[in-house]
């Protein structure tokens, strides 16, 4: 039992260093893109059409399981996540929010229980922004539970519930980093402000990408300074809208 729970961690540890090397190198127009499945056979589908990492959204997920976002129950959010996690052998993050009021430790060791290799972490609660150097040390602390075990996706949300002032997004992004994040997420950060945070901001930078065409392609993102791509719950909407009208075509 000992030796099968050594090997566990050991997988584990081997995936975090795959999916921390997929954001290394990365060229303008070439950024990781990371689907973000809200079930098993989401994740499933999207491994099997080639991508070589996967980050949850917990929108997605609170859909998929009948809550509003923000409202899933942590315990269900972990089993959601250990579920994608058993479906697929590449690296899978997480979002989950802003950690559910966990202590750094517990949040680290729930983490590392359901196999996910990363996770993100946001500076906001119930729509305010947090006081940054506090969420610093918060990050700091996650870092020292974590080492190497995972990739810290830490969520700057000043382009929500702020002001939207690039400058003060990189200054909460240098704290962040200097606490110990892999990696940034300014997340609604319009395009034409991409090349003034990525000049601004250490290491790799993950944004947001639309589905409905109305904003840059991923590629696009890549070249104006986006390391990685993610969509929230934009896959798990499409897929409902997708179905809705299956059901519509049933139902006429």
Request: hydrophobic share 45%; aromatic share 6%; charged share 20%.
């Amino acid at each position: 039992m000992g030796s099968s729970a050594s090997g566990s961690a050991s997988g584990s540890a081997s995936k975090a260093e795959v999916f921390r090397g997929l954001h290394r190198g990365r060229v303008p127009g070439e950024p990781l893109v990371l689907p973000g499945p809200w079930d098993a056979a989401a994740a499933r589908v999207f491994v099997a059409a080639g991508f070589p990492a996967l980050a949850t959204p917990s929108a997605g997920i609170a859909a998929s399981l009948g809550y509003a976002d923000g409202a899933t129950p942590a315990d269900e959010m972990f089993a959601a996540v250990a579920r994608v996690v058993r479906a697929v052998d590449v690296p899978v993050s997480a979002d989950v929010e802003g950690g559910y009021g966990l202590a750094p430790k517990e949040l680290v060791e729930r983490l590392l229980e359901t196999g996910a290799v990363g996770c993100n972490l946001e500076d906001s609660e119930a729509g305010l922004l947090q006081d940054p150097s506090r969420h610093a040390d918060r990050l700091a602390e996650v870092r020292a539970a974590a080492g190497d075990r995972l990739f810290v996706n830490a969520r700057v949300d000043t382009f929500l519930y702020g002001d939207g002032d690039p400058e003060r997004a990189i200054e909460r992004a240098a704290l962040y980093v200097a606490a110990g994040a892999d990696c940034v997420y300014p997340i609604g950060a319009p395009a034409d402000v991409l090349p003034l945070l990525r000049a601004g901001i250490e290491g790799p930078l993950n944004v947001f990408a639309r589905l409905d065409g109305a904003g840059p392609s991923p590629a696009a993102l890549g070249e104006l300074g986006a390391t990685r791509v993610t969509f929230g719950p934009g896959l798990q909407r499409a897929a409902t809208e997708a179905l809705r009208a299956i059901a519509e075509t049933l139902a006429g």
